[in-house]
């Protein structure tokens, strides 16, 4: 069988900036029956190990370090043995989590993680944390845009670390030129597709506080 998506959905709190919020997380695991990668790895380490199974984990692809996106991840590594990578621009992210173990390896724009014969572009889209990243997969006509772009807009400004204009910015440059039937996968709730959303982006989206 050829390279396929399967969703997981894990629930647990994000905490930044002294506030803490209750959130359910899309973690992805792409690849086959051999290998996979898990893009992000939020609340339980162990859930996710077992939708792996006995299939070779490549890599944890973090699309960004808040705490909801990569609590498990060192967990989920040492489980497995995969290695974590992250946008070196995201460690001081990082570090509020996990400031006593370092990411394995850096992701950066234009990188290629490949997985079961097929390519995850990655996309360096700051704004929701400057090291965020997309990772798009032309064979499969997906993006995975963790926090970058939800159905509706774009992800949350509000916080430390982030920035609207550069997050829209980030979104029309790299994300709305992608082919309008890519499916867009998000960190939170349901996927869209491209074509779904540019429209919006005609209008200046108002700065989310939240």
Known sequence: MGARIERLTTSGTFSLDGGTWEVDNNVWVVGDDTEVVVIDAPHDADVIATAVGDRMLKAIVCTHAHDDHVREAPKLSGMTGAPILL?????????????????????????????AGIELQVLHTPGHAPGAVCLYAPALAVVFTGDTLFSGGPGATG?????????????????????????????HGPSTTIAAEAPGFDREFPRDES
Do not use: C, M, N, Y
């Open 87 to 115: 946008h070196p621009d995201d460690l001081p992210v990082w570090k509020l989590t996990h400031p006593e173990h370092e990411p394995d390896g850096e992701l950066a724009d234009g990188q290629v993680v490949e997985v």
């Open 159 to 187: 916080r430390s670390f982030s920035d609207h204009p550069t997050i829209v910015d980030s979104i029309r440059r790299r994300l709305l030129t992608l082919p309008l039937a890519t499916v867009v996968h998000t960190g």
